[in-house]
């Protein structure tokens, strides 16, 4: 019977560790943010809301990866409040807000074409839905 | 200096490193360059990454954009892999229990 109840606990502590595992409230915003991002990529952006929305977005991904980044500690300390398990989870999500900033720098500065900016846009877009997918263990492809 | 002459000079890179990175490199202030080598050798590779997409302005900052999206795409499809086969696991060790509640209470 010990050795049951050790294989549970060894499964039960895999499920919750395997993607992201976010707070409650965080895990509204990044539904919430999936489901606009959504909206977004359903209808043509013209380039200035495609610009205003990356600028949002390198605002999103920051609070994302800095969620990501406290919680790893907090993983440590206080379990239940674990949030992103793994490290290719994390690599992504910081590579996620450096990029959305860099872009965001270029787009001021005027470097990229207008299709570049709008095909950015777009990606960012999917990123926020990957991020929603890998909360809920969906392994729809974007 | 030219890609040709840093293809001669960087004899420890491959062809393919020096025809994506190449160019950019090149384009690079000394400052810059400078810090992309600091980074590196500090093992801050997303900085140095970082440093190195800024200079990427044209199609190619797309294409880095397309690849992160085909990487959490991947990470994703892993992951509800992972968790369907915990869900199996779960099921089998459940129904292992089961058994055994059953013949416990003699059933």
């Known amino acids: 019977m010990k050795r049951i109840l050790l294989g549970l606990i060894i499964v039960f502590t895999m499920a919750g560790c395997s993607g992201i595992q976010a707070t409650k409230p965080m895990e509204t915003v990044i539904s919430n943010n999936a489901a606009v991002a959504a909206v977004q990529l359903s209808t ?5 809301s495609a610009k205003q929305g990356m600028a949002d977005n390198a605002i999103t991904f920051k609070v994302y990866f800095d ?9 440590w300390f206080v379990p239940e409040k674990q949030i992103y398990c793994t490290a290719r989870y994390y690599n992504l999500l910081n590579k996620n807000e450096v990029a959305s900033r860099v872009f965001l720098q270029n787009v001021n500065a005027g470097s990229y074409a207008d299709d570049v900016v709008k095909g950015l846009y777009a990606e960012e877009l999917k990123w926020m839905q990957a991020v929603n997918d890998a909360v809920q263990g969906s392994g729809i492809q974007r | 200096m030219t890609l040709e002459e840093l293809k001669t000079r960087m004899t420890g890179l491959s062809d393919e490193f020096l025809a994506e990175y190449g160019p950019i490199l090149l384009k690079m202030s000394t400052a810059e360059a400078l810090s992309l080598i600091s980074l590196i050798a500090s093992g801050k590779e997303v900085e140095a990454w970082a440093l190195v997409l800024a200079q990427k302005t044209g199609p190619d900052a797309l294409a880095e954009a397309q690849a992160m999206t085909v990487s959490w795409n991947e990470a994703n ?10 869900k199996k696991a779960i099921t089998a060790i ?13 059933l």
Do not use: H, K, P
């Open chain 1, 44 to 48: 043509d952006q013209t380039l200035e």
């Open chain 1, 67 to 75: 969620a990501a980044t406290i919680n790893i500690f907090a993983y």
């Open chain 2, 77 to 86: 499809r892993a992951n509800a892999d992972s968790l369907a086969l915990q």
């Open chain 2, 94 to 106: 459940l129904g292992g229990v089961l058994s055994i509640a059953l013949a416990m209470v003699g």
